[in-house]
C-alpha cells in the first residue's frame, strides 16, 4: 500500500501499468458511489504529473462535484502537486443543470466529451475522467457504456466488490479498443447516507454563490435555453386580458408555441381547471409555470461561442419590462448572451428546495 496515499498495492499496480503506456491515455473510473473513484483518479493524476506527464481531469459527477459547482460536468490540467481532486483547479465547465444524471444523459455524455476534447486541444496527454455513482440498474448500465462509446477510453478502471457490477465487467472484458483494469474499492473509502451527501453539495453551492452578487440580463439580446420560454411567441395584450378573465388570475406572461400556450401566473393552477381554459379557448393545451418556481432555478451563463462562464441562480423574470434577475459570482451582463435554466432550485445557503422535472419549466 502507498502510505502517503493510503492507496491499496492493486492501485499501484494499476497506475503502474497506466504509466507503462506511452501513448496518449484517457482513463474513465466507473464504480458504485463510496467506492473511492476520485481517490483513484487523485492518486492516478499525481502519478502521471510526476512522470512528467502532461494531466487534465474531467469531473463528470453533477452530484458530488470536487473541481466544479454541483450541476456542473468540469475539468482542469493538474499542474501542481495534489493529493485531492478538489486541489485541481477549475479550468473549464459544462452546464447540466441538475445534481443527478437521471434524465439528463444526453447533456452528461455532451459535456464529458466536450470537455475532454478541449483538454486534448491543449496538449494533455493523459485525460482521467471520474464518473458519478449513477452505475446500476438499466439507467445506469446505458449511461456508463454510452460515454465508453463516446469517450474512447484508453483503459477503463473499473472498482467494485466481489460479484458486483459483473454485467458490466463482462461487456468489458477482452475488449480491443480499451484495457479494463478491476480493482477492489480502497479499504479507506468512506459511505456517506443520503443526507450527507447533500450536505456536502449545500456546502459547496454556499462557498460557490457567497460572492455572488445580483446582475440584471436584458431578454431582448440574451437567450433563454432550456426551458419552454424559449420557445413561442408572445400573446398579445387582449388574448392576455381574456385569458387573466377565464382563470381569474392574474397572467405575467403568455406565449403561443407548437404545443399550445405556456402561461407563468402568481399561483399554481390545477391540471382541470388548465384542460377547462384551454377548451374554452380552443387551444390545444395551457401549461401553467407559477412564477415563484422561477425563483432559485440553478442557471448556466454562457458566452457567444456556447461556452459555460458562470453559474448563477434566477431570482426573478420581470416580463413587462424584458429583464432577468440572477446571483452569478464573475460574470458581468455584457458578458452574456444565453441564459440556460436548470432543474433544481436552491436557496442562496444552498439548500435544495425543489427538483423540476424535463418540462417544468
Known sequence: MSEAWNIPESWQRAAERILRDDRPVRVMAVGMPDAGKTTFCAFLAEELRRADRAVGVVD??????????????SAGRVTQPIQRLSEVPFQMGYF????????????????????ADRLRAQGVQAIIIDTSGLVKGPSGHELKQRKADLLRPTHIVLIRKEGELESLARLWRDRQSFALIELPPSPAAQTRSPQERRARRAARFRSFFRAARPITLDLSRVRLRSTRLALGRPLDADTRGRLAEILQQEVLHAQE??????IVTPGWLSRPFLMEAARQLGVNAIHCIPSFRLGGVLCGLH????????????QSIDFDHGRAIVLAPRAEPSQVHTLELGRVRLAPDGTELDRLRPGDL
Open 96 to 115: 447540466v443543470g441538475d445534481v443527478s444524471p437521471t434524465g439528463h444523459m444526453l447533456a452528461c455524455l455532451t459535456g464529458a466529451r466536450l470537455l
Open 303 to 314: 458566452d457567444n461561442r456556447g461556452r459555460l462562464i458562470d453559474v448563477g441562480l434566477l
Open 60 to 73: 463528470a459527477d453533477v452530484g458530488q462535484s470536487s473541481l466544479g459547482v454541483p450541476g456542473t460536468i
Open 257 to 262: 408555441d407548437t404545443e399550445g400556450w405556456t
